[in-house]
């Protein structure tokens, strides 16, 4: 199994609610990313978990508030967005073998 | 200077054509590189990943990596038109540090 899932598919919020994008792999790896894509550009890394532990915080601001419940499992909690923030959210996971990408989620924030 | 470097493209060509996708980088620490391939609006699909120098091989997919020069390359032998993509290269230094992508090939095979 080298698939990582991601859910919703698309999720459109208002600027005042609160939600979640999940992410799981049960490939047992133990380095967990979300990253940010825009339209026509390379997705751009947001948080690193290693061990589940956040090793890595590329300056993203406070209303994306990433969690790691386990080592199969990462959150990423949204509140107060900005319409700017609309993009694919992807998350990944990594070994010796590759950084592997799931499908992403395509939030439009109204 | 950016740490990857690759032609945005876009890129067309014939049904069975071969191309070849490139990146250039500056950063001698990095030590695996990677090829994905990404459709419009999905996350990105790994298709070849390599260690240090040297050639790979996948089908119709060739992965070469040249260190001295801080160059690789992609290769797809027969193109499709469902090969019709965004290329991105990627590298890392060591597992799990300073993974960058490269901007991305915008890739059409024209039937």
């Known amino acids: 199994d080298t698939e990582v899932t991601q859910t919703p598919k698309h999720l459109v919020m208002g600027m005042t609610n609160k939600k979640s994008l999940k992410c799981e792999q049960h490939?047992?790896?133990?380095?967990m990313y979300w990253y940010k894509q825009k339209a026509k550009k390379p997705p751009e890394l947001m948080f690193v978990y290693s061990y589940e532990k956040l090793s890595i915080n590329e300056s993203v601001p406070s209303r994306f508030s990433p969690e790691c419940p386990n080592s199969s499992l990462l959150n990423l909690h949204l509140h107060a967005l900005q319409p700017e923030d609309s993009a694919l959210y992807l998350c990944?996971?990594?070994?010796?073998?590759?950084?592997?990408f799931g499908p992403g989620t395509r939030l439009t924030v109204l | 200077q950016k740490e990857v470097e690759q032609d945005p493209g876009p890129l067309s060509v014939p049904e069975g054509a071969i191309v070849s996708l490139n990146c250039t980088y500056s950063?001698?620490?990095?030590?695996?590189f990677m090829w994905y391939r990404q459709y419009s609006r999905k996350g990105p699909e790994l298709l070849m990943y390599?260690?240090?120098?040297g050639n790979k091989e996948d089908g119709r997919f060739t992965a070469q990596v040249d260190k001295s020069s801080k160059y690789i390359s992609l290769f797809i032998r027969d193109s499709q038109p469902s090969d019709s993509a965004t290329y991105l290269c990627a590298m890392s230094d060591n597992y799990g540090q300073n993974f960058v992508f490269g901007p991305g090939t915008r890739l059409s095979v024209l039937p």
């Open positions: 490939m047992g790896h133990r380095a």
């Open positions: 390599t260690y240090s120098s």
């Open positions: 950063n001698s620490a990095f030590q695996y």
């Open positions: 990944a996971s990594s070994n010796r073998l590759g950084w592997f």
